[in-house]
Each structure stands twice: as structure tokens, then as C-alpha cells.
């Protein structure tokens, strides 16, 4: 049985829901706000991210999927309200999260639920992921403009990246052999780029032009293409990885805009791009880089992802306090299910 884990931002709750029913099975509480959230390798533990608005200090709730219940809290460093990231190691055995306020990396041992090192990284830490092979973190520095490259063996900083202005998410070729920034830049200094990084050298070899406040990027699954969304010019750039030259540019759907959120289906044929402030979702062919459904959903949606065998998709609905099921084959939503206030992030067991 395939599970959704939904963080509630508003209501300090984690909604459990049973992806064959679309009902919520669970409902458990956190001791703030929560965020992001990780599963381990075998699925059995979840750590969720939270915050305490009172000392801006973030934590990890450590829960246990069987029973659905909290069974451990580990405190962070300082969150500063900044979107923070966790991810486990490919064996599970640690996970690192991003201290945004701290500029530093949290390092927990997973079977203790303890942080055994701490690493100082960039300026505001936003996100952390792993290569293929799991030997390597790569950090996101969005407030210094680079790249950490931390050596998983050794918890320690191996190479710094400069990057293009205010990076803000990256992704992995399927390889590992190239990590693609997404540069959001700034009013005072705009990026409209992604900086391509060769993770053997630890080097950009390519920068990527593409919209305007590049805010996401996601490779498809034969790490042929990459797709960016751009905020402000409520677009997306596809990206030839061969090349590294923008192919197409997608203006999304009138009620998905923003462009904040983009999922990509398991068997890389769509794509779904949801708004912050639209009311709709957008889906694109990968094939023809087109347009091929608008979904009406709820408001203000802060997260779109696919389930793991690709037949249907969860939006969140900051708004209605809801989460939209769409049924991929149609475009069309086959269900709506209540969830906490203000869902704001998901993740769903490993099959």
C-alpha cells in the first residue's frame, strides 16, 4: 500500500492518506510548522522538517510508518522561515537537512535520531540531494551563490561552486555525471539561467539562458531533457541536455500562474506545473512540448507530485485546506480529499 504524507503548514499536522482510497487514515501531530518531508530507503520511517515559530529553531519529527506516531524529535539549527531541505542517503543510513539560518548542514545518524556533525556550508542553505552513487551532497547556497560538495565518507565541504545569482533548486542527471542549477536571480541582479555543473570536476562547464526567475528544475527520467519553470514570465524552458541549448518555451495555462511547482510522470511523458496564486494545473507533453490539459483544481497550490507508478497526480491547496487527485490518464480529477491547513509539501512511501 502506496501512502501520501502531506505536511499541513497551518494546523502543525501531518495528514496520512491511503492512495488506493483516497481517504485519510491518519492524522499526526507536530510540535510547529512542517515542511518538507523524507522517507527512508525501506520506507518504514518518515522525517518531517518543522519549525518553531517562537525560537525560529528548526527540527525533525521522526515518524513511524506502521504506527503513524512521532517516536523521536531532533533539533536542528536556526530556519529563519526559509524552505528548508532533508534527504536521506541511498543505504539510509544518515540524513542531511539545511539549516537556512545557521548556514550550516545537520548530519543524523538514523539509528539513533541523533545529529553526529554539523557542517558549515554557504549563506542560507535551501537544499541538499545525493548522486546516484551517494558519495557526494550537493548544497544549495541561496543567499552566497554557490555550491557546497560535501563528501558523505567524511561529512566535510570538498568544493564550493560559483553559481549564477540566487540558485534555488538543482537536479541530477540520471548518471550523476551533471548537476543543473536553477539561478531565480534578483531584482537588483537577475540570473534568467541554469548553471550546468560537471560533478567530476566540480566546475560549471554551461550556462543555460532561459525565462525570467528560474524557480524550478526537473530532468526527465532518460535524462534527455530538463524543465525549468520561470515565475515571472509564467513559462517553462526545455533544455536539450546533449546541447544544453533551450529548445521550447511553454507558456503555461491562465490559471497556473505563477509557475512555482513542477512533477514529472515516472515514464517521463508529462509534465504538471502548478501555480502559487492559479487555480489550475498545467500538463505538457514531453514529446511535443505542448499543452495538453488544463485541470481545475483549488487555490494557491504549493505542490504537485506524481504517484510512484504514474497513474494519478496530488495537488495541494494551500487555500481550501485540500488536496486535488488527478486521475493522469484523463486530466481530470477523481477525487478531493481534506487534509490539514495550508498542505504545503508531500511525499509518498517507495514502493
Known amino acids: 500500500m502506496v501512502l501520501a504524507y502531506v505536511s499541513n503548514d497551518g494546523s502543525e499536522t501531518i495528514s496520512v492518506i491511503d492512495t488506493k482510497t483516497h481517504d485519510v487514515i491518519a492524522t499526526v501531530s507536530v510540535a510547529g510548522s512542517p515542511d518538507t518531508i523524507a522517507f527512508t530507503p525501506d520506507g518504514k520511517i518518515a522525517y518531517v522538517l518543522f519549525s518553531d515559530p517562537g525560537s525560529d529553531m528548526a527540527f525533525v519529527a521522526v515518524i513511524d510508518v506502521k504506527e503513524h506516531s512521532v517516536i523521536a524529535t531532533v533539533p536542528l539549527g536556526i530556519d529563519l522561515d526559509f524552505v528548508n531541505g532533508i534527504n536521506f542517503t541511498a543505504d539510509g543510513k544518515f540524513a542531511y537537512a539545511t539549516n537556512a539560518g545557521s548556514n550550516n548542514i ?31 551532497a550537493y548544497v544549495v547556497n541561496r543567499g552566497s551563490n554557490n555550491i557546497s560538495v560535501i563528501d558523505t565518507k567524511t561529512h566535510s565541504v570538498i568544493a564550493t561552486v560559483p553559481v549564477g545569482s540566487v540558485p534555488v533548486a538543482f537536479a541530477f542527471t540520471s548518471d550523476g555525471k551533471l548537476a543543473y542549477i536553477a539561478n531565480e536571480g534578483s531584482f537588483d541582479n537577475p540570473s534568467n539561467s541554469v548553471s550546468v555543473i560537471d560533478t567530476k570536476t566540480h566546475s560549471v562547464i554551461a550556462t543555460v539562458h532561459v525565462g525570467n526567475e528560474p524557480r524550478n528544475v526537473k530532468i526527465t527520467p532518460d535524462g534527455k531533457l ?49 501555480a502559487s496564486e492559479g487555480d489550475a494545473v498545467t500538463a505538457i507533453d514531453t514529446k511535443t512540448h505542448a499543452v495538453v490539459a488544463t485541470v481545475q483544481v483549488g487555490n494557491n497550490q504549493l505542490f504537485s507530485e506524481f504517484t510512484p507508478d504514474g497513474k494519478l497526480a496530488y495537488v495541494g491547496n494551500a487555500t481550501q485546506g485540500t488536496v486535488s487527485v488527478i486521475d493522469v490518464k484523463t486530466h481530470s480529477v477523481i477525487a478531493t480529499v481534506d487534509v490539514g491547513d495550508r498542505p504545503i509539501a508531500i511525499a509518498f512511501t517507495p514502493q
Open 106 to 136: 545537520s548530519v543524523i545518524d538514523t539509528k539513533t535520531h541523533s545529529v553526529i556533525a554539523t557542517v558549515n556550508v554557504g549563506g542560507s542553505p535551501v537544499f541538499v540531494d545525493f548522486n546516484p552513487d551517494g558519495k557526494l
Open 226 to 274: 530538463a524543465y525549468v519553470v520561470n515565475t515571472s514570465d509564467a513559462s517553462v524552458s526545455v533544455v536539450n541536455l546533449k546541447t544544453n541549448i533551450t529548445i521550447a518555451t511553454v507558456f503555461v495555462s491562465a490559471g497556473s500562474t505563477p509557475p512555482t511547482g513542477i512533477a514529472i510522470s515516472p515514464d517521463g511523458k508529462l509534465v504538471y506545473i502548478n
